[in-house]
Every structure is written in structure tokens, then in C-alpha cells.
Antibody, heavy 120, light 107 residues
């Protein structure tokens, strides 16, 4: 069965960095677009970034462009999000999710999320 | 970016009630509209895609309709397990965007 497991979250000071990971299993990871979505405490869902199977197509939300970098390692069935210059407003649960198809930004499968807390 | 606006933001209803949540897009999105349900502390769950296509395993009391800019999610007879927050999301263009959510509470 499809499984997505995030890791790498934690407490970080403003201006700091974290590298989030998402380990995928149960499907052919190298065939799918993958996405990061976050949810601040008590708030709604915010799409952050996607990456195509070969990493040739990458897109970011304006809120994280220039600070976050998405990447993937198909040999390791893993997705990453490098988060730099973190701000208090980046505090959120970060989810990875599998796109339902090329250009089909619909998500059936989500990880359980990893919590990032930005605080001094 | 396409803005998605849900109404109401919160709603109190009773078991057995018929409930409708609306979602409006700031520009036409054809039928590229999806609905998610999220319970406290849980991961969002896709209920309906392409405005009206019910996901496998989702009870038939859930239905979606609309096209263009105006969409609705209807729950025909509320069950205790339906009390949750519901989000619409457009998949017409990048970046995909969500509505702010509708919190459905027990009256």
C-alpha cells in the first residue's frame, strides 16, 4: 500500500534551516509528481511546491520562493524540502503528498506530517 | 493566483440534517474543484474530485456539484463522523489553492 513518511521537523530559531524528508513506498515513486503542503496551527492548508518525476519541472509558492528548495532522489524513493531563512510564520505541519498524475494536482495519499516550529 | 472562498466559515448542524457548503473561485476553473475532509489531528482526506466524482469508499451521502466559478458540497444526512473541517481546492492552475475551510460542528 502507498505509504509516505515525513521526518526532519523540529524546533529551530528564526533564520535557521531544516531539511525535511519524505520516504515513499508502495508505488513507483519515480513515476509521480510529488508535492509539499503545510498547515499552520489552527489554520488552513497551503500548497508549497511540486516536483516532477525527473526533477525538470519545479514550482514554488511565492511565500517560500527563494527560501525553500524541493528535491528528490528516485533511487532512494525520497522527497526533500530544504527550508532556509525560517520565520515564525513558517511554523506548521509539513505534509508530503503524491500527485494523482502529471499536472493533476489532486492528492489522495498524504504523509502524517512533520511539525516545524520556528521560535527563539 | 486563483482565490477560493468558502461559505460559511463555520456551521452548526444536527445529526440527520442536510448541509450545503459553497466554494467560489475568483475566475473560472471549469470542473477542476476538489473537496477534502479533515478531522482534528488527522490528515486531509480527499472526498470528491473534478467537482462531482466521489472517491472510492466515500459514503454516497456526500455529493458535489458546480462548474465554472461556483461549487457546492452537500451532505444529505449528517452522521456523527461527518463533523470535521471541509476544504475546497482548485486544480485548474498552478499554484493550486485552497479555500479557508468550513468547520462543521455539532449543534
Amino acid at each position: 500500500q502507498v505509504q509516505l513518511v515525513e521526518s526532519g521537523g523540529g524546533l529551530v530559531k528564526p533564520g535557521g534551516s531544516l531539511r525535511l524528508s519524505c520516504a515513499a513506498s508502495g508505488f513507483s515513486f519515480s513515476d509521480y509528481y510529488m508535492t509539499w503542503i503545510r498547515q499552520a496551527p489552527g489554520k488552513g492548508l497551503e500548497w508549497l511546491s511540486y516536483i516532477s518525476p525527473s526533477s525538470t519541472n519545479i514550482y514554488y509558492a511565492d511565500s517560500v520562493k527563494g527560501r525553500f528548495t524541493i528535491s528528490r532522489d528516485n533511487a532512494r524513493n525520497s522527497l526533500y524540502l530544504q527550508t532556509n531563512s525560517l520565520r515564525a510564520e513558517d511554523t506548521a505541519i509539513y505534509y508530503c503528498a503524491r500527485d494523482e498524475g502529471p499536472g493533476i494536482q489532486v492528492w489522495v495519499f498524504w504523509g502524517q506530517g512533520t511539525l516545524v516550529t520556528v521560535s527563539s | 493566483d486563483i482565490q477560493m472562498t468558502q461559505s460559511p466559515s463555520s456551521l452548526s448542524a444536527s445529526v440527520g440534517d442536510r448541509v450545503t457548503i459553497t466554494c467560489r473561485a475568483s475566475q473560472t476553473i471549469n470542473s477542476f474543484l476538489n473537496w477534502y475532509q479533515q478531522k482534528p489531528g488527522k490528515v486531509p482526506k480527499l472526498l470528491i474530485s473534478a467537482a462531482s466524482s466521489l472517491q472510492s469508499g466515500v459514503p454516497s451521502r456526500f455529493s458535489g456539484s458546480g462548474s465554472g466559478t461556483d461549487f457546492t458540497l452537500t451532505i444529505s444526512s449528517l452522521q456523527p463522523e461527518d463533523f470535521a473541517t471541509y476544504y475546497c481546492q482548485q486544480s485548474y492552475s498552478t499554484p493550486p489553492t485552497f479555500g479557508q475551510g468550513t468547520r462543521l460542528e455539532i449543534k
